[in-house]
């Protein structure tokens, strides 16, 4: 080898080591950068005509293993949306409370049992009266409040679902300007491993988020795509959308006043197309999780609601009030089927018959709530009539007092079976102020399934009857459309309403006028499409009259002997056969029907609300283990994924010592090479 070629030699191992001396030094300064992965550059004989001529630089690449990169983003797509549901449940874990807790609705609807159970004992006494009042009232008021906490959490995740939309669109927005400069680079035969670490740090922040799967094209740019296959970025970002809701009730959901995850210019809905990461957790949140919570509080409601009523409407104040006003607004003209029979009695302040009358339902001619009236304002010591509200007012004249007894009457609307007192609200102890302008089905998984039901819908509208029928391979969505299609006119609009995991039919009088249901068939009853909207656990409240004036509580019962006459004995003072009526209820089972995941099931009140407390708190447990768990792996990922790409410092300042002797030895060699030259220079001359 001539000294010359020893030159070069000697000169390319100084670039080389000055260049890796480059390198070293970033990797050390980079040693706490969160997603900086070390750097080395490769080193290549260099051969010039067949003999060594010193060292090649190489590319600078990354210490990276893409297997375990690409494991440990689908990992924390996971626990992104094991994080959201840890933090939604835990405080909904805080709303419902324990089993063990006085905080729990499960403990105040036993504390509402006793309270009646005490009035029983006691009837005439003015505080277990005032006892049994508060007890309702707080009661219905945490019924109130746990809506308003559900659906406050269901706005909060639709308001977080809108920001991580945005900070979406931002990352793919940044990662495709970085993909524009790594292709240059690329293009241009260089390669750009700390732009590809920047981009490498924003797929990892992405994948929190959204739950991605992506490629890298041999020009170096990375294309990302949902896990259901849509394109987010190629050459472009493609954005998605989402508007929250400026308002979320109980009967919001998703299609039905709430928006969903909308992708690109044609605002497609992808909501169910997302399921992993922060993104898809809290639109299960919304969507799913609270909603079946309300779904059961709900049920809850209205079971509670419908089993007092039933038993406060049999009953009566001691002494009865002057006057019965019903909560519910009314036509003359309004017809629901009505059948047995109804005593509304007059009554001295001793509970001593003045007049009785017993009204055969079925008798009624026309068999409308205006022909009700007109009988009951025919009683010689009473009046009745329908106020500016259309609420039924029952009054004694002359100083009596009215009192009902519901025998055995009967008012049947879709699903729902009462007694005419409790149809009219006449004296109703809970109350949510809706009327028969709208009815909700329960839950049905499909909306185009055939439901494999025959019958026919009778909607009876101011005593005009239109039938709707139906057949074994009609779906939900058919029996909507031919609900609409026979009775737009009326400006009555029926719908399906997704709602979690399932559908409900919604019919509304959009007029708000009241109509009434009845069915050849098992459809009312076997979807429970009755009186109502979702969300009456929020609604519920106790009867205004009766907050004022705990006196006007039912405790006893009008006697429903046949023949009541003047100068019986109608109702006495220490009847608390009502109020014992009303304690029994929360120690007796009753039926419940399925909700939000809950199974149909016989149960008590208080056993009913602790098995939503249960529900809740398993929920929050299993979130709380899958966080747990979640975190050990991810730590684990990444700790593997540390010991390949992460800067070791001992090792860099182990290497910077190679480094200076190599560099030493090059320079020394450089050195005695320009020390030869110079004396053979000398000898030629």
């Keep these: 080898m001539s000294l010359t070629a020893s030159l070069l030699s000697a000169v390319s191992s100084l670039n080389a080591v000055q260049a890796q001396f480059q390198i070293t030094s970033s990797n050390i ?3 706490n950068t969160p997603g ?3 750097k080395t550059v490769a080193l290549s004989n260099q051969v010039i005509d067949g003999r060594s001529a010193g060292v090649r630089l190489g590319d600078v690449t990354r210490t990276v293993n893409d297997a375990l990169v690409r494991e440990l983003r689908e990992h924390i797509s996971q626990l992104g949306g094991y994080r959201v549901k840890e933090e939604y449940l835990t405080r909904t874990q805080g709303y419902f409370g324990t089993l063990d807790s006085n905080s729990s609705i499960s403990h105040r609807l036993s504390e509402m049992g006793s309270a009646f ?3 029983a004992v006691t009837p005439d006494s003015p505080a277990t009266r005032s006892a049994a009042v508060l007890e ?12 308003d906490n559900l659906q406050q959490m269901r706005s909060e995740a639709d308001r977080e679902i809108g920001r991580t939309v945005e900070r979406i669109n931002q990352r793919l927005g940044d990662i495709s300007e970085l993909n524009h400069k790594i292709e240059r680079a690329t293009v241009g035969g260089d390669t750009a491993p700390d732009l590809q670490d920047q981009r490498d740090q924003l797929i990892k922040e992405l994948a929190e988020d959204i739950d991605i799967q992506y490629f890298e094209r041999t020009t170096g740019e990375v294309v990302i795509m949902t896990s259901g296959g849509r394109t987010l970025l190629d050459n472009q970002p493609v954005p998605l959308s989402h508007t929250p809701a400026a308002q979320i009730s109980a009967a919001t959901g998703h299609q039905s006043g709430l928006s969903g995850v909308l992708y690109g210019a044609t605002s497609i809905d992808i909501t169910d197309e997302l399921s992993e990461g922060r993104l898809g957790a809290l639109l299960e949140i919304r969507d799913d999780t609270l909603v079946d919570l309300q779904a059961q509080t709900d049920r809850l409601a209205e079971v509670l609601r419908d089993q007092v009523n039933a038993l406060h409407n049999d009953g009566t104040a001691y002494p009865p009030p002057a006057s019965l006003t019903g909560l519910r607004s009314l036509a003359a003209t309004d017809a629901p089927t009505m059948s047995g029979n109804f005593r509304v009695s007059v009554l001295d302040s001793a509970g001593v018959v003045v007049e009785t009358l017993d009204i055969d339902l079925a008798t009624l001619a026309p068999p409308n709530v205006g022909q009700l009236v007109t009988q009951i304002d025919g009683m010689a010591n009473a009046t009745a009539s329908l106020d500016a509200s259309g609420q039924l007012v029952i009054a004694g ?13 009967l008012v049947t609307t879709g699903s729902s079976s009462t007694g005419l007192g409790h149809f009219l609200g006449l004296n109703n102890l809970l109350d949510e102020g809706l009327d028969y302008d709208r009815y909700a089905s329960d839950r049905l998984a499909s909306d185009t399934a055939a439901l494999s039901l025959a019958g026919s819908l009778s909607f009876d509208i101011a005593g005009t009857t239109t039938n709707v029928a139906y057949a074994a391979g009609d779906s939900l969505s058919d029996i909507a459309a031919a609900i609409n299609g026979a009775l737009g006119g009326a400006n009555i609009t029926a719908s ?4 979690a995991e399932g559908y409900r039919l919604q019919i509304i009088d959009n007029d708000g006028d009241n109509f009434f249901l009845s069915d050849s068939g098992p459809l009312t009853l076997q979807s429970n499409l009755r009186p109502g909207l979702p969300g009456t656990a929020g609604r519920l409240e106790l009867r ?26 109608g109702v006495s003072a220490g009847n608390g056969d009502v109020a014992a009526a009303l304690g029994k209820l929360f120690t007796s089972d009753v039926s419940f029907a399925a909700a939000g995941g809950l199974s149909a099931v016989q149960l008590t009140l208080e056993g009913y609300g602790a098995s939503i407390v249960a529900g809740s708190a398993a929920l929050t447990n299993a979130a709380q283990s899958d966080l747990d768990l979640g975190e050990g792996f991810q730590l684990a990922l990444e700790n593997q994924a540390a010991s390949l790409s992460q800067v070791n410092l001992d090792e860099e300042l182990a290497n910077i010592v190679v480094l200076q002797n190599t560099y030493a030895a090059s320079a020394r060699i450089t050195t005695a090479v320009s020390e030869m030259l110079d004396t053979l220079l000398a000898a030629v001359r």
Excluded: F, H, K, M
């Excluded at 002997?561 to 003047?566: I, K, Q, T």
């Design 496 to 499: 399906v309403v997704r709602e």
């Design 136 to 147: 309702a009232q707080r009661t219905a008021g945490q019924l109130n409040l746990l809506t």
């Design 29 to 31: 300064a980079n040693v």
């Design 36 to 38: 900086y992965s070390r």
């Design 544 to 569: 205004q009259d009766i907050q004022a004036n705990p006196d006007l509580l039912a405790r006893g019962e009008l006697s429903d002997a046949a023949g009541l006459a003047a100068g019986d004995i």
């Design 117 to 119: 159970d005490a009035l």
């Design 397 to 409: 004249t002359g100083g009596n007092r009215i009192a009902v007894n519901e025998l055995d009457s």
